[in-house]
Antibody
Framework: QVQLVESGGGVVQPGGSLRLSCAAS????????IHWVRQAPGKGLEWVTI????????YYGDSVKGRFTISRDNSRNTVHLQMSSLRAEDTAIYYCAKERRWREYYFDSWGQGVLVTVSS | EIVLTQSPATLSLSPGERATLSCTASESVSSNLGWYQHKPGQAPRLLIY???KRATGIPARFSGSGSGTDFTLTISSLEPEDFAVYYC?????????FGPGTKVEIK
């Protein structure tokens, strides 16, 4: 079955960097766009970014544009989220999610999430 | 950015009762709207896509309706496992956005 496993979370100081990874299995990875969605403590869901099936199409939310970079390695079924210039408001659980269909932009499978804490 | 508002913020109901959740978009999203269920400590689950289509494996007690700016998620008869937070999400324009959520709690 479809499985998405996030890793790389932790505590980082404001202004620092962190790299999250999402390892996928159970589906044809190279055929689907992958998204990151986050949830700050006590808040709702916020879409962060998407990378298309071949890595060419990328879109970012306004709150992370210019600071976060998404990439993928289809040979390793993995997506990475490079986060830099981190702020306290980036503290959240970060989920990777698979699209139901390419360019449909609904998320039918999610990982369990990884916690990122930005604090001094 | 398309802003989604959800009402009510909290819905207090008993098992077996009908739940009606609303989502309103700041501009038309056509039928490009989905609904998710989210329980603490779990991954969100896609319930409805394209306003009214049930996702794979979703029970028939969940139904969605609406188009344009006004949407509704209905749970016809609440089961104990349905008490959770529900989010709407639009895919009509970038950035993709979620509503703030409606918490369905046990009365």
């Amino acid at each position: 079955q479809v499985q998405l496993v996030e890793s790389g979370g932790g505590v980082v100081q404001p202004g620092g960097s962190l790299r999250l990874s999402c390892a996928a299995s159970g589906f044809i990875f190279s055929s689907y766009g992958i998204h990151w969605v986050r949830q700050a403590p006590g808040k709702g869901l916020e879409w962060v970014t998407i990378i298309g099936y071949d890595g060419r199409d990328k879109y970012y939310g306004d709150s992370v544009k210019g600071r976060f970079t998404i990439s993928r390695d289809n040979s390793r079924n993995t997506v990475h989220l490079q986060m830099s210039s981190l702020r306290a408001e980036d503290t959240a659980i970060y989920y990777c999610a698979k699209e139901r269909r390419w360019r449909e932009y609904y998320f039918d499978s999610w990982g369990q999430g990884v916690l990122v804490t930005v604090s001094s | 950015e398309i802003v989604l508002t959800q009402s009510p913020a909290t819905l207090s109901l008993s098992p077996g009762e009908r739940a009606t959740l609303s989502c309103t978009a700041s501009e038309s999203v056509s039928s490009n709207l989905g609904w998710y269920q989210h329980k603490p400590g779990q991954a969100p689950r896609l319930l409805i896509y394209d306003a009214s289509k049930r996702a794979t494996g979703i029970p028939a007690r969940f139904s969605g309706s609406g188009s344009g700016t006004d949407f509704t998620l209905t749970i016809s008869s609440l089961e104990p496992e349905d008490f959770a937070v529900y989010y709407c999400q639009q895919r009509n324009d970038w950035p993709l956005t979620f509503g703030p959520g409606t918490k369905v709690e046990i009365k």
